[in-house]
């Protein structure tokens, strides 16, 4: 693989195309990034330093530096310079989630079995959510128990309110219901997710985010940049869990008709694991790919006191995750 000249703060991807945002998340969600040991994040950290101080040693290939650059962004939070724990990074979130959706996707499941999975899921969403914020401006504490609680509250509500009424509907058959109830996962997912952003991230739409020219320095703080970041992300929220909790119902409806299957029932949980697997393996990269995490607005579009701290016609800002 050739790789091009190195660009710190860049991706060596076009980010103003899908499929370079594509490219570009594919890396960042790299799962092996996961078993990168101290020492190594270090030597990559160190390495970019010396680029950026003009002290490469000799013999470095533009090959080193994008593998450092790609292991410190899918690590250490761009604004605050910390390492994400590893269930909430972006190349954790298949990994660790994975079990959680073959939970929600388990057929037959009990209120309080539903209730549990639904949880855990958005326990996980909300970390997920919070590591991965725009991080220019602190967050109180105080907004992220109020996030939690409410996508926890919505997910369970909505979840266990369907369920109660497809249970409750006569015009469906036994076969139809348990059908039915498959997809109930995704609605309650994608409304607590929209929840989850919202109140999670609130303190952004109240303070504003950070917003920089092309060299990253900060121009001044946006209330209608934090607005755009915020509702981009949730949108991306609302899509992800499509194919993911949709898909594999599908995929395990025609499955459990084959003559194997029936046969050999205890193949149904492994199958169902794949099929939840795949369809989050490729569905993350690709949701989150719909919008460029360093996104760009006219300067003309923000507030006056912006506009007039700059010269610059088009300003950028960190979307979040």
């Not at 919505?154 to 109830?181: D, E, R, W």
């Not at 008709?257 to 690709?286: E, V």
């Amino acid at each position: 693989m050739e790789y091009p000249s190195f660009e710190l703060g860049k991706s060596r991807f076009d980010q103003t195309q899908f499929s370079g945002r594509l490219r570009h998340l594919l890396d960042i969600t790299d799962p092996r990034t996961l078993f990168t040991s101290k020492k190594q994040l270090e030597d990559c950290v160190s390495l970019l330093d010396a680029y950026k101080e003009n002290r490469l040693p000799e013999g470095v290939t533009n090959k080193q530096l994008w593998e450092a650059q790609k292991v410190k962004q899918s690590i250490i939070h761009p604004d605050t310079g910390k390492s994400i724990l590893m269930p909430f990074r972006m190349s954790g979130y298949v990994p660790f989630g994975t079990p959680i959706v073959v939970g929600m996707l388990l057929p037959n499941l009990t209120f309080n079995q539903m209730i549990f999975w639904q949880w855990l899921n958005q326990s996980h969403n909300a970390c997920f959510n919070y590591a991965n914020r725009n991080a220019t401006k602190p967050t109180p504490t105080s907004r992220f128990v109020m996030g939690y609680l409410g996508a926890v509250t919505s997910a369970i509500s909505i979840a266990v309110g369907l369920s109660h009424l497809i249970k409750k509907a006569n015009t469906f058959s036994p076969a139809t219901k348990m059908l039915i109830q498959r997809f109930v996962p995704y609605p309650a997912v994608a409304s607590a997710n929209i929840c989850n952003v919202l109140l999670m991230r609130n303190n952004e739409l109240t303070e504003g985010i950070d917003v920089m020219d092309n060299n990253h320095n900060v121009v001044g703080t946006s209330k209608i940049a934090a607005k755009k970041a915020v509702l981009s992300t949730a949108g991306t929220r609302v899509v992800l869990p499509a194919p993911i909790l949709i898909i594999p119902p599908i995929v395990m409806s025609l499955l459990e008709k084959t003559r194997f299957l029936q046969k050999n029932p205890r193949w149904h949980l492994p199958l169902n694991a794949i099929a939840c697997t795949i369809s989050f393996g490729l569905a993350l990269p690709a949701t989150i790919a719909l919008f460029p995490q360093y996104a760009s607005i006219a300067t003309t579009d923000l507030e006056p006191e912006i506009q007039a701290a700059t010269k610059e016609t088009v300003l950028i800002y960190n979307k979040g995750l």
